[in-house]
């Protein structure tokens, strides 16, 4: 059995937790404005049931007046909000570029694998009906969130208008939609928590392993998918009248944010998965649509699925 050190077996890993730290450290220590004492009161309370915002008593009439009509500590939060909104519609597209960039780098570095082929009717089923069904429709959601999103992103340039606020609906229907699909995608891909598959029924149903750059991508995609789905579902439900506006608003400037800084890191992760899958290697979206992959393609590229394939008796 082929020994590894504690490098190989946790780089992946490592240079994620290295990159985000970075990001974060250069982020929240030189660019964001957040009152981050406050928010971390506020989270605490949150989780007890109290959304109101408001961790002291206020002190005056007038503090009590101000907290009812534009929430409480608006300079907390508020601003940073704001910060964050205006920023995001004039740097995202440069983040995403420069992004795309590193892939056109390692595609013309590296090339594409194109795996040799020799027995093309010697083909293994990978996945079902059902796993391309739920996979496809995670596609088109994501693209179509992705694309009426980028108007939400960009509404000082949209400046409103029926277009603009049909764009929005469809955004809020479709993430409402994908709530369902984020969740059975999320389970069919957690298919190498190996606490699920010693004891539980998760064991018949989600066989199989991930490399460790996979399971970071399925990491982010379960983890920032799961606060996209709350804090999108929460801001299109949660609708303040003049008697709850004082309770409620605090929240929602609190779900926004997370819903901010959630898609960002979401499509970082994407992309990476896309071009690793899909880009850097010739002949995985065909077996996507069909669900079968030559086994000498699988013997390639992906030698722990044909090995759990086998283990599982399902070729």
């Known amino acids: 059995m082929e020994s590894k050190t504690f490098w190989e077996c946790n780089k992946a890993y490592i240079l994620t937790a290295l990159g985000l730290g970075t990001v974060g450290f250069v982020f929240v220590g030189f660019m964001m404005i957040m009152d981050w004492?406050?928010?971390?009161?506020?989270?605490?309370?949150?989780?007890?049931?109290?959304?109101?915002?408001?961790?002291?008593?206020?002190?005056?009439?007038?503090?009590q007046m101000v907290n009812a009509a534009f929430g409480p500590a608006y300079n907390s939060v508020t601003p940073e909000i704001i910060r964050a909104s205006n920023e995001r519609q004039e740097y995202i597209w440069y983040v995403f570029f420069a992004e795309i960039m590193i892939f056109v780098f390692l595609y013309v570095k590296n090339g594409r694998l194109t795996p040799t082929i020799t027995r093309p009717d010697d083909m293994v089923q990978v996945l079902t009906p059902f796993q391309r069904t739920v996979i496809w429709l995670n596609i088109g959601m994501i693209l179509m969130l992705v694309l009426t999103g980028f108007n939400i992103t960009w509404s000082l340039r949209s400046e409103g208008g029926d277009l603009p606020r049909l764009l929005r609906e469809f955004h809020e229907l479709t993430g409402l939609a994908w709530i369902g699909v984020w969740?059975?995608?999320?389970?069919?891909?957690?298919?190498?928590?190996?606490?699920?598959?010693?004891?539980?029924?998760?064991?018949?149903?989600?066989?199989?392993?991930?490399?460790?750059?996979?399971?970071?991508?399925?990491?982010?995609y379960a983890a920032m998918g799961a606060g996209l789905c709350f804090s999108g579902a929460m801001i299109i439900t949660l609708h303040p009248s003049s008697l709850t506006h004082a309770d409620v608003i605090q929240f929602r400037r609190v779900l926004l944010y997370l819903h901010f800084g959630a898609s960002v890191l979401i499509m970082f992760f994407i992309?990476?998965?896309?071009?690793?899958?899909?880009?850097?290697?010739?002949?995985?979206?065909?077996?996507?649509?069909?669900?079968?992959y030559p086994r000498e393609y699988l013997e390639q590229v992906a030698p722990d699925v044909l090995e759990d394939l086998k283990k599982a008796g399902r070729q």
């Open 37 to 63: 004492g406050y928010l971390i009161q506020y989270t605490m309370h949150m989780m007890i049931g109290d959304t109101s915002g408001v961790l002291t008593a206020p002190a005056s009439d007038l503090e």
């Open 183 to 220: 969740l059975v995608f999320t389970v069919i891909a957690a298919k190498d928590l190996k606490g699920w598959r010693k004891n539980t029924l998760f064991r018949h149903i989600l066989p199989g392993s991930f490399k460790p750059s996979k399971r970071v991508i399925w990491f982010f």
């Open 271 to 292: 992309l990476d998965f896309v071009y690793a899958s899909a880009i850097s290697v010739k002949g995985y979206l065909k077996g996507l649509w069909t669900g079968s």
